[in-house]
């Protein structure tokens, strides 16, 4: 006899023995004279069972049970060829903590029947009950550890950069301003600035996994308000390619922890395959890019950077071309890059982008750390180095070359996982037209 509670998983571990299980009621079905409940917990389902001639008043409150209720039960748990993974729980008792309302939206889902993303957001604590909801933050939690080993590994310092700003912390107008006390202040861009101040601190290597806000009013699968960002910056770096390569090492990384441990189970639940990435992933300059799109009668709104079109392109290109999910988009122009990213000749900057299945993940770069050159970059971006001269004075008193990279988590799980849009593969999305739950 077991009086510790178990979970759904490991009930076939105790064959003739009374367990204790707790969870929800996903779905009653009565029969009269026998009735089932399919109980869920965070684990697994497992199907439970009572008969008219149980001696118990266990039928009776089965039959009054709604779906979803949260439910204790103590029963015997037995081998069953007709149940659900071979095993069933016959119930001597069932206690009702929590009863449920009437549900605004399905756990079990028809075919086809799947409200929209708005109404499953407005109830998402019911959404995330579902097996490939949550499946989606375990994988989550997986590729979070994984890359904070990997950093840890190699003895990279973790940060936390705070949040609220006496200034924009990227400029443009892509921010939020908030009173803070007689001040204005501003909700952190990215933790750009400070990671860097980092490097003048002698710290080398950081990382950082912190919330991002962004003022953007875009309505794309892939734009939050705010979202959780993975950022990185190391010191003494030769140049770009020392990023590139640290970061297909740590994705080779994160991506085998996520297969081994969850390959199986995201294939039968979402149809796709963990594919750990070859190294090296192919890199393609800009200019070659545009040629590539032109031959394949892609649009181009600009010939420095690539639209979300093109990047798709560009994703099917690397496919067919190297069988790569992955490709690094290099050779930027100064035109779309912060005034901070180091050049090289021809108004190119060393930076890159990083795209997976066609979808930017990552923006990396070199850094500018030479304080006159830095002034200068600024005023010919049009950003008052005044205002930026306390991010400036970071490397007035000695700092390393150094380099690093902002990733999108919540981008990498939609494409791994092939989701519709990163509402899915956010906890609970912020959007211009979303703020609650
Ligand atoms: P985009 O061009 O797609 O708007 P960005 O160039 O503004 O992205 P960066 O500032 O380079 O993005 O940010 C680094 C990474 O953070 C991006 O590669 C992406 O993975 C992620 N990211 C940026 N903006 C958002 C956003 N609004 N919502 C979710 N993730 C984002």
Known sequence: ???????????????????????????????????????????????????KNDDTDVLETVQNLSTESVIEVTGTAQSSDQAP??????????????????????????????????????YRWVDLRKEETRTIFEVWTEMER??????????????????????????????????????????SQSPQFYKQMAMAAG?????????????????????????????VEMSFIEGLPDLISWEERMLVYVLEQ???????????????????????????PMNEAKAILAERDIPS???????????RALGEYAQEEYGHEFVFLTE????????????????????????????????????????????QQAQEKGVDPQSVDYYIDFFRYGCPPHGGMGIGPSRIIKQMLGLESIREATYLFRGPKRMSP
């Not at 973790?158 to 908030?178: L, R």
């Not at 639940?269 to 992933?281: A, D, H, R, S, W």
């Open 332 to 375: 930027y122009s100064t035109q779309v890059r912060p005034f901070y990213h180091m050049r090289s000749e021809n108004n190119v900057t060393k930076s890159a982008d990083l795209l997976y299945r066609g979808l930017e993940i990552t923006t990396l770069a070199q850094r500018e750390h030479r304080p006159e050159v830095l002034e």
């Open 258 to 284: 996520i297969q081994e441990t969850y390959g199986e189970r995201i294939k039968e639940l979402y149809g796709t395959e963990i594919v750990v990435p070859e190294i090296p992933f192919p890199r393609i």
């Open 1 to 51: 006899m077991s009086s510790e509670r178990i979970h759904a998983r490991y009930v076939s571990e105790h064959i003739g023995e009374q367990i204790i299980l707790k969870g929800w009621a996903q779905t009653i079905r009565d029969q009269g004279k026998i009735a089932f409940v399919v109980l869920r917990d965070v684990t697994d389902t497992v199907q439970l069972v009572i008969t």
């Open 203 to 231: 710290f080398e290597n950081v990382f950082e996994v912190g919330a991002v806000f962004r003022a953007e009013k875009s309505f794309t699968p892939r734009h939050a308000t705010e979202f959780t960002g993975f950022d």
């Open 146 to 187: 994984a890359f904070e080993e990997f950093c840890r590994q190699e003895g990279f310092i973790e940060i936390h950069s705070p949040k609220i700003m006496n200034s924009p912390s990227e400029g443009g107008s892509e921010y939020f301003q908030v009173d803070y006390f007689d001040e204005k202040a501003y909700l």
């Open 301 to 311: 709104k600009s010939p420095v950077d690539v639209s979300p079109e093109e990047e």
């Open 85 to 122: 993974g071979g095993r069933e729980v016959k119930m001597d008792s069932l206690t009702v903590l929590s009863a449920a309302a009437d549900l605004p939206i399905p756990v079990v889902e028809k075919e086809g029947e799947t409200p929209h993303i708005s109404k499953r957001l407005d």
